[in-house]
């Protein structure tokens, strides 16, 4: 009865910011990573982000966020969240919350087990 289901997606104009969460209930004992991936129409979905808790909550980022973008956690691995800022029309896409057992913490989508909906950033010019 795993699940997650992220919220905190929207509109904002470039430069703005947003911070998108991710709730996670059910079965998380054997999750050591969650992370962010977004997909823009006509693209592939990309990773974004990953948290490790079992090696002491590392983070890690995609090179071309260039230090926009934070992830943390909350108690338990219960709640993810995604601070985004001077964000740009090209983050536009639609938001994945993920878990999945690691280690490592991998950056493609075969290595997470379960997944949110997804929710909408939208980012104009």
């Known amino acids: 009865q795993v699940r997650l289901v992220e919220s905190g997606g929207g509109s904002v104009q470039a430069g703005g910011s947003l911070r998108l969460s991710c709730a996670a209930s059910?079965?998380?004992?054997?999750?050591?990573?969650m992370g962010w991936f977004r997909q823009a129409p006509g693209k592939e979905r990309g990773w974004v982000a990953a948290?490790?808790?079992?090696?002491?909550?590392?983070?890690y980022y995609a090179d071309s966020l260039k230090g926009r973008f934070t992830i943390s956690q909350g108690n338990a691995k219960i709640t993810m969240y995604l601070q985004m800022n001077s964000l740009k029309p090209e983050d536009t896409g639609l938001y994945y919350c993920?878990?999945?057992?690691?280690?490592?913490?991998?950056?493609?989508?075969?290595?997470?087990?379960?997944w949110g909906q997804g929710t909408q950033v939208t980012v104009s010019s």
């Open positions: 059910g079965y998380t004992y054997s999750w050591n990573c």
């Open positions: 993920a878990a999945g057992l690691g280690p490592p913490c991998s950056t493609g989508s075969w290595g997470y087990s379960d």
């Open positions: 948290i490790y808790s079992g090696g002491g909550g590392t983070p």
